[in-house]
């Protein structure tokens, strides 16, 4: 589905989101305002601001978020983690969005805070997500999302505890996951037939993340257990001062993925954009995602 047929539909297009972070200088808001106008004529099926590692930016997500609802036809989808509140407190913030128009969460545990080791739960909060997700089930009818992890979560003691995990939070009331970002396509897809082994069928919509800055992809990768295979250390080396040439590695690496996952049927994706539109938009125009006056 690399391409719109004279016969196709918009609707044959795949479907995407994007997850976006919450700036914190009048500049980068500017860079994160540019690459959300640029990416809306893509009509994703939402957009996700994150909350911070730690929870630490509450009120910037919240503000972001207020203004996609206000200011675009988007539909904002927050995140909300067990991080650093009670259970009254992030029902309120969960309230306050339903209230704002909000009917999408992206429900996740979140990481431990800066300077400890180790995840300890709120002693009132949301122990986990998948209890995070049954509490914001019952404050209302949202349409939630969660997080799997196809080369298993950092913090579990296996992959089938991980997998455990993942069910549920999905039996919780979430509708679909959304993987960490990979590299290793097979990886993916050995993960997608685990899943449907343990009788998971709900969506397991791939996360994919454009490289700008290899360094920086590294550190990602360390922090949350994804492999950054040799061969992708061998197409970036010797482009640590060369811009130009490594948007094009970058754009050639991702587009060569998602080829490779819709020829496997997948037909949904979620980019994490680093707040930049180019590579996003290059992505979804190698996969056929177009803006709607220009496929029909």
């Not at 016969?7 to 995407?16: E, F, K, L, Q, T």
């Not at 207020?66 to 969960?94: F, Q, V, Y």
């Not at 980019?271 to 590579?279: I, K």
């Amino acid at each position: 589905m690399t391409s719109q047929s004279p016969d196709s539909s918009p609707r044959d297009m795949p479907s995407v989101t994007f997850e976006f972070f919450p700036p914190n200088s009048p500049a980068m808001a500017e860079t994160l305002w540019n690459s959300i106008e640029r990416l809306a004529v893509l009509e994703p099926r939402f957009v996700s601001v994150t909350y911070g590692a730690d929870g630490s930016t509450r009120e910037r997500t919240h503000a972001a978020v207020k203004r996609i609802t206000n200011e675009t036809s988007l539909t904002a989808a927050p995140h909300l983690t067990c991080i650093g509140a009670s259970k009254d407190e992030i029902d309120k913030i969960a309230q306050e969005y339903w209230e704002m128009g909000v009917r999408h969460l992206v429900a996740l545990r979140g990481d431990p805070a800066s300077g400890t080791d180790a995840y300890v739960p709120h002693p009132q909060g949301y122990a986990y997500a998948a209890e995070l997700v049954a509490g914001l089930t019952k404050v209302a009818d949202f349409d939630i999302t969660v997080a799997a992890y196809p080369e298993v979560h950092p913090g579990a003691t296996s992959a089938q505890s991980d997998l455990d995990n993942l069910k549920r939070k999905l039996g919780a009331g979430a509708s679909r996951a959304i993987t960490q970002f990979f590299f290793d396509n097979d990886c993916y897809l050995r993960f997608r037939d685990r899943c449907a082994s343990a009788g998971i069928d709900s969506a397991l919509v791939p996360g994919i993340l454009p490289i700008t800055r290899f360094p920086q992809l590294t550190r990602f990768a360390e922090m949350c257990g994804a492999t950054v295979p040799q061969w992708l250390h061998d197409r970036f080396d010797g482009l640590e001062n060369d811009a130009e040439t490594r948007q094009l590695i970058a754009a050639s690496v991702a587009i060569e993925q998602v080829r490779i996952l819709s020829k496997e049927g997948i037909d949904e994706f979620h980019f994490y954009t680093l707040n930049r539109s180019e590579l996003t938009f290059a992505i979804c125009h190698a996969l056929g995602v177009r803006p709607l006056a220009l496929a029909s």
